[in-house]
């Protein structure tokens, strides 16, 4: 079983930046792929950030050169590392984990652990 805890959210203003973290337990983080997806209200829940196991980050198109997703095994957990924030960032981001499984990780569908959320509010 794996647990996942999101924390780092906040209110910021368009153009700041904040640094998401997801603590992992359970099993050491980097045997498994981790993601992050953020879903704003009335809209599905999609696909932001993706580090698989052997430490290949893949991005969305909308976060490309704004975003960087990274790990720090020893402490088993991810960070999404958000610069120039815009207001259409604005969601609850998810940390999600898959473990065994090959395949696109921009796939929903594929992770099988999920955190609870944290809010990140971009004004304008």
């Known amino acids: 079983q794996v647990q996942l805890v999101e924390s780092g959210g906040g209110l910021v203003q368009t153009g700041g930046s904040l640094r998401l973290s997801c603590a992992t337990s359970g099993r050491t983080s980097s045997t498994y792929d981790m993601g992050w997806f953020r879903q704003a209200p009335g809209k599905e829940r999609e696909f932001v950030a993706a580090?698989?196991?052997?430490?290949?980050?893949t991005l969305a198109n909308s976060v490309m050169g704004r975003f960087t997703i990274s790990r720090d095994a020893a402490k088993n957990t991810v960070f999404l590392e958000m610069n120039s924030l815009k207001p259409e960032d604005t969601a609850v981001y998810y940390c999600?984990?898959?473990?065994?499984?090959?395949?696109?990780?921009?796939?929903?569908?594929?992770?099988?652990?999920w955190g609870r959320g944290t809010q990140v509010t971009v004004s304008s």
């Open positions: 999600a984990a898959r473990v065994g499984i090959s395949g696109a990780v921009e796939r929903r569908d594929t992770y099988s652990y």
């Open positions: 580090i698989n196991r052997s430490g290949v980050t």
